[in-house]
């Protein structure tokens, strides 16, 4: 800083709104979906949250080669 050079002061925040819903994911014979591939997600319909949409995936051999476990 220069000289007579005054600090200035800030201040930053976050707020978050809390948002609640349900949406059911039902994979009837989970166990056949298992060998469909690393990567190879299945996929639930899009539903609305807190004016978001979302969908879930579900990955039944991992997302990578590094990762072969069940991952959402």
């Given at each position: 800083m220069g000289t007579g050079s005054k600090k200035k002061k800030t201040?930053?925040?976050?707020?978050?709104?809390?948002?609640?819903?349900?949406?059911?994911?039902?994979?009837?014979?989970y166990?056949?979906?298992k060998g469909i591939g690393v990567g190879t997600f299945i996929r639930s319909g899009t539903f609305a949250v807190g004016g978001y949409d979302w969908a879930i995936r579900l990955y039944p051999d991992g997302v990578t080669?590094?990762?072969?476990?069940?991952?959402?």
């Open positions: 201040v930053s925040w976050c707020t978050t709104e809390v948002s609640e819903g349900a949406h059911a994911l039902k994979i009837v014979d166990s056949l979906n080669e590094d990762s072969k476990a069940m991952a959402l």
